[in-house]
């Protein structure tokens, strides 16, 4: 290794800790355009891929961007690319490739406020559900969200390995806050993390079929130039990775297993952290910058005597609906605060079934202070 | 006994993926053929090779081909395939696409790859129209064409592909038609081994849609069309190389060497890299 790659404390903006993140996780291949409040991840992997003799490059617009990972993917190296809004809109309809073609990559989305260019240097969480439902198709996919900056350097690494686990894309859905703050980062030596790699097929090239998956749904890669001479398509296709656009018997079989290697592998795959929950008869869900705020409301509450506690969600995609439903049957009632007009709420709705749910949206500038959050939770109290 | 004889070709091509899909008298056939008679020339080396195709007819040859391939989003191939080149630059990728996929929502992935210089090479069958979804027009078709999207003939000024790739900064340009087999071979043999961004245009007949439409119904009439205007002209001014129903010209184009963005790129690399050995 020429210029090392970093260890120890650092004070770094969420962007750049993203970006060393990927570096360590073995990212070597960054496609982009610029975009407010992703940039600096760009900027700083133009200096520092370089650096590790990995690539970086500036395309034409997202949709180019996110073709070129899935590309480099399949050139066999690690791939990412970050993005807002508007590109991540771009980016759907390759995210769809990369799901049908299985491709392992990283996609980073430091959400601002939409829709359309919406507000550029404002923090937001409206593109939650774009980040399941925004490619057309059905199909299972992981999104992760970061709520300081350390998270971001730790999620980064933790998407790299879900997605070379499960060969799906994976996003992580950042917001203008969690990118833009600076904190202290405590990188760990490259020794001491976990680093996963996609698993290469175990049989000679003749054998090889491109999308036959193992007992885990997960077919082995192999990439180009490996003597495989393998075909993908982001057309309906067999194990062979032949097309077969007319057989619902592969178009079941095909769309049920991208679904169901996520689903079938969520309890792996879902993380979330439960804070005071134990005894707790409101519940407060939320996930990035917002549980932040949550947390000290909770905190407040506590204090005023209310038995509050929060689940925070990590995992958004696949959705912890076990967790939620837990939490919901032993609780009055369950806060969801989230900046948009109440996204992720239908899913805790969904879940929370008999319980009532309070959801508080906030637009705009600031995400909710924790008085905000205490007052619901005091009213379901 | 019966002898069971297998063809020279065979192993270029997936057996599994036969018949193909194109209708009688297409020129896409050809246009494979071509290509598979410029690998074998070369003795091409097949484990380095990926072909990347988008989508519509000639869409499929990246399945067609027994190599490593990809079948990509409508009009991404060449992003796609700028992915596959910088993170691998020891192989040899190849577009195989339409006009329509490359011109109209690939435009953009087009001209900026070729500005770049990026080493792909790109083989686009030029049938004039959309066939893949039954004729419409597209960023080729000759004005006041008949197409199912331009019933009243078509208004739209196409576009001169040659001159498009050579002003975008192309280092090898070459239009042929599927008559001219033996030159379109040898054009592909040379950009083949060529390094930096290099485009064969290869006007390809569509009798069955746009040949129905614009009285010429048949495979063999359209070719007689190709016969009857085709001029060759080769390095003469690509703003010049306009196709009209008198004229098709053809030949090679451009041949120019300049270095290619993955060279440029790994050089700077390794002097990135030497500046932080030092550091150290």
């Given at each position: 290794m020429l210029q090392k790659l970093l260890t120890g404390p650092h004070f770094l903006n969420g962007d750049l800790a993203c970006a060393e993140g990927a570096l360590l996780a073995g990212c070597r291949f960054f496609a982009g355009y610029p975009i407010t409040p992703a940039t600096e991840i760009a900027e700083h992997l133009s200096q520092r891929m370089p650096e590790l003799g990995g690539i970086y490059v500036q395309m034409e617009d997202e949709i180019a961007s996110m073709a070129a990972i899935i590309g480099a993917s399949y050139s066999g190296l690690k791939a990412m690319t970050a993005t807002s809004g508007p590109g991540f809109s771009l980016m759907q309809e390759n995210i769809g490739l990369a799901v049908m073609t299985e491709a392992p990559c990283v996609i980073v989305d430091v959400m601002r406020g939409?829709?359309?260019?919406?507000?550029?240097?404002m923090p937001g969480q409206q593109d939650v559900m774009q980040a399941k439902w925004g490619s057309h198709g059905d199909y299972g996919i992981i999104a992760l969200t970061p709520a300081s900056v350390q998270e971001m350097f730790d999620f980064t690494i933790e998407a790299f390995n879900l997605s070379e686990t499960y060969r799906v894309p994976t996003l992580?859905?950042?917001d203008e806050i969690v990118g833009h703050m600076w904190e202290k980062v405590v990188i760990p030596s490259p020794e001491k993390l976990k680093i996963i790699n996609r698993k290469k097929p175990q049989v000679p090239p003749e054998k090889y079929?491109?999308?036959?998956?193992d007992d885990d749904l997960v077919p082995p890669m192999a990439c180009f130039g490996?003597?495989?001479?393998f075909h993908a398509t982001g057309?309906?296709?067999d194990e062979s990775g032949y097309?077969?656009?007319?057989?619902s018997e592969v178009q079941s079989e095909l769309v049920n297993r991208l679904c169901q290697k996520i689903e079938k592998n969520a309890h792996k795959i879902i993380r979330y952290e439960k804070t005071?929950?134990?005894?707790?008869e409101v519940a407060v869900v939320a996930y990035g910058i917002v549980a932040r705020a949550a947390l000290s409301a909770v905190r407040k509450a506590r204090e005023n005597g209310i038995k509050a506690g929060l689940l925070r969600l990590i995992t958004i995609w696949p959705f912890p609906t076990e967790q939620v439903a837990k939490v919901a049957k032993q609780t009055k009632g369950i806060v969801v605060p989230e900046m948009?007009?109440?996204?992720?709420v239908r899913e805790v709705e969904r879940a929370a079934k008999e319980t009532p749910v309070t959801f508080i949206s906030k637009l705009g500038e600031?995400?909710?202070t924790p008085m905000e959050i205490l007052n619901a939770i005091e009213g379901v109290n | 006994m019966v002898l069971e004889e297998v063809h020279?070709?065979?192993?270029?091509?997936?057996?599994?993926?036969?018949?193909?899909?194109w209708c009688p008298g297409c020129g896409n056939g050809i246009v494979l053929n071509c290509f598979v008679h410029a690998l074998d020339e070369l003795k091409y080396?097949?484990?380095k090779l990926v072909v990347v195709s988008g989508i519509?007819?000639?869409?499929r040859t990246a399945g067609y081909?027994?190599?490593?391939?990809f079948h990509t989003t409508h009009g991404r191939a060449l992003a796609f395939a700028t992915g596959v080149k910088l993170a691998n630059p020891e192989l040899d990728v190849v577009v195989i696409s339409g006009d329509g996929d490359l011109f109209a929502i690939g435009g953009n992935h087009f001209i900026h790859a070729a500005r770049r210089n990026m080493g792909i090479k790109v083989l686009c069958a030029n049938?004039?129209?959309?066939?893949?979804?039954?004729?419409q027009q597209g960023p080729t078709t000759p004005l006041e064409s008949l197409t199912t999207t331009s019933p009243?003939?078509?208004?739209e000024h196409p576009f001169n592909l040659v001159h498009l790739a050579a002003a975008s900064g192309s280092t090898f340009v070459a239009r042929w038609t599927t008559l001219h087999v033996r030159r379109l071979t040898q054009s592909i043999k040379k950009m083949m081994q060529k390094k930096g961004f290099c485009f064969v245009e290869v006007l390809a007949?569509?009798?069955?849609?746009y040949g129905r439409y614009n009285k010429m119904r048949s495979g063999l009439e359209m070719m007689s069309w190709f016969k009857r205007a085709s001029?060759?002209?080769?390095?003469?001014?690509p703003s010049k190389a306009e196709i009209s129903s008198d004229k098709i010209p053809v030949g090679e184009f451009v041949d120019i060497e300049k270095l290619s963005y993955e060279r440029m790129l790994h050089e700077k690399i390794s002097k990135i890299n030497e500046k932080a050995m030092e550091k150290v």
């Open positions: 939409g829709p359309s260019t919406g507000q550029p240097t992580l859905m950042a079929k491109a999308f036959k998956p490996e003597g495989y001479h057309l309906t296709h097309p077969k656009t007319s057989s005071m929950l134990d005894d707790a948009n007009c109440g996204q992720l600031e995400p909710h | 020279p070709f065979s192993k270029y091509l997936r057996a599994e993926m036969m018949p193909h899909i080396d097949m484990d519509g007819c000639i869409g081909i027994n190599t490593d391939s049938n004039l129209n959309y066939g893949m979804t039954g004729g009243y003939g078509s208004i007949q569509c009798p069955e849609i001029v060759v002209e080769n390095f003469s001014d």
